[in-house]
Every structure is written in structure tokens, then in C-alpha cells.
């Protein structure tokens, strides 16, 4: 079974300028996240999508982020303009709820990241 | 609010146990992670609890006491392989949907 992908792996810009992250989830996966995990920290949620409708965007700094999912399958991360604190690894993740007799269970599975380095 | 701790840095040797702790409040509990991740590396699951008790799985086990709010993943028969930040994450409900909040991680050093 195929990861989730992502792409540019590594992404150099200068501050003020924009820049585009891609996410292919797992075949199926109907829920999707972008993470920001800066350097010494963990993950921190941006965006959470169910399908293609957002269910938690609290945490997304929406005067410069923005994101989609189109038909519910990839999804587009987008910065504009950066600055310099959105140096980063940008993690999306893919999850399936799954039922084992009475235990539920969600496990989200990451993609490789793409580091960002606003200069 | 929600709040997670877990130690920053833990060092052990080749071949020992090594019990990484995380202790956790929050609202909405409904499930807790641990992850592992490799520098440069994407987070990949390890376990998963939301009873009470302990998981098994080869030399990695975790377990929960949800009144405490704490959690533990032990390593058994390190290998130098294990060394990598560990992510204690608390799945907690919020507004009809599961929410994966993550700790700051442990970073984990083997030594011969």
C-alpha cells in the first residue's frame, strides 16, 4: 500500500514571497491533516479536512495560510506572503477509522514532510 | 486547555529498558498515541491506548491510567536503531471530531 506522498521535500523562499505544498493521502483515507512541527517541538494541527469539507481550521493562521482539498482526495497547503517564524517541516497525514469489536480506532500515518526554510 | 509533558531528553544504554513517561490533561480524552520519528523523518506510529492497562507489541509496550492522566512507553532490548524522538499524542473529541494533540517529544539516545 502507498504512503502518503508529498512534494516539494525541501523548499527554500525568501521572507515576504509565496509558496504551494501538495499532499496525496492513503487511497481512502477520508480525513487529512497539515501539520507546522517547528524545530524541538511536536506536530501542531493547522487544518483538518473530512473529505473535502474543513472540520478544524482553529489553529491556521488565516491571514497568510490557506488550504483545500479538492474532490476529497489531494490537498494544497498555501503560504502567502511567508515570514521568517514559518521556517518549518510541513507534515500531512491521512487517517481511516477503523472498528476491531468494540475498539475504535483512527491511526494517522504521515507523510515524508516538506521543510521549509524562509530566508 | 490541554497540556502534555513528557521528558526532553533521555540517554540509555544498548540492550537495556528505557520507560519514557508522558502525563497529559485534557478534555475530551479519547485516545492516546505514541509515535516515533527519526531526524528528518516523518512521525510513524508505534501504539495506541484508550483502556485502562497495558499494550504489547514485541519490544515496545505502552500503557494508560486515564484517572492519572499518564502514560508510559517501555523499550525493551534497545538497539541503537531506537534512537529517535518519541511523540506521546492525546486524541481528544472537540466539536463532533477526534483532534490529535501532540507533546514536544522525548528525544532518545542509545549508547554501546
Known amino acids: 500500500e502507498a504512503g502518503v506522498a508529498q512534494s516539494p521535500r525541501y523548499k527554500i523562499i525568501e521572507k515576504r514571497q509565496s509558496v504551494a505544498f501538495w499532499c496525496n493521502p492513503i487511497?481512502?483515507?477520508?480525513?487529512l491533516y497539515w501539520y507546522q512541527q517547528i524545530l524541538g517541538q511536536g506536530p501542531k494541527l493547522l487544518i483538518q479536512?473530512?473529505?473535502?469539507?474543513?472540520?478544524?481550521d482553529s489553529q491556521l493562521p488565516k491571514d497568510r495560510f490557506s488550504a483545500e482539498r479538492l474532490k476529497g482526495v489531494d490537498s494544497t497547503l498555501k503560504i502567502q506572503p511567508a515570514k521568517l517564524e514559518d521556517s518549518a517541516v510541513y507534515l500531512c497525514?491521512?487517517?481511516?477509522?477503523?472498528?476491531?469489536?468494540?475498539?475504535?480506532?483512527?491511526?494517522?500515518?504521515f507523510g515524508p514532510g516538506t521543510r521549509l526554510l524562509v530566508l | 486547555g490541554q497540556n502534555i509533558d513528557q521528558p526532553t531528553e533521555m540517554t540509555a544504554t544498548e540492550g537495556a529498558i528505557v520507560q519514557i513517561n508522558c502525563t497529559y490533561q485534557?478534555?475530551?480524552?479519547?485516545?492516546l498515541f505514541w509515535y516515533q520519528q527519526h531526524a528528518g523523518e516523518a512521525p510513524t506510529f508505534l501504539s495506541y491506548?484508550?483502556?485502562?492497562g497495558l499494550e504489547e507489541k514485541g519490544r515496545f509496550s505502552s500503557f494508560l491510567s486515564r484517572s492519572k492522566g499518564y502514560s508510559y512507553l517501555l523499550l525493551k532490548e534497545l538497539q541503537m536503531k531506537d534512537s529517535a524522538s518519541y511523540l506521546c499524542?492525546?486524541?481528544?473529541?472537540?466539536?463532533?471530531?477526534?483532534?490529535?494533540?501532540f507533546g514536544a517529544g522525548t528525544r532518545l539516545a542509545v549508547h554501546p
Open positions: 491506548n484508550v483502556l485502562d
Open positions: 487511497s481512502g483515507h477520508a480525513t
Open positions: 497525514a491521512s487517517s481511516l477509522r477503523s472498528t476491531s469489536g468494540r475498539r475504535v480506532q483512527e491511526t494517522q500515518y
Open positions: 499524542a492525546v486524541r481528544a473529541l472537540s466539536g463532533g471530531y477526534n483532534k490529535l494533540i
Open positions: 479536512f473530512q473529505n473535502n469539507g474543513v472540520v478544524d
Open positions: 485534557t478534555s475530551g480524552f479519547n485516545g
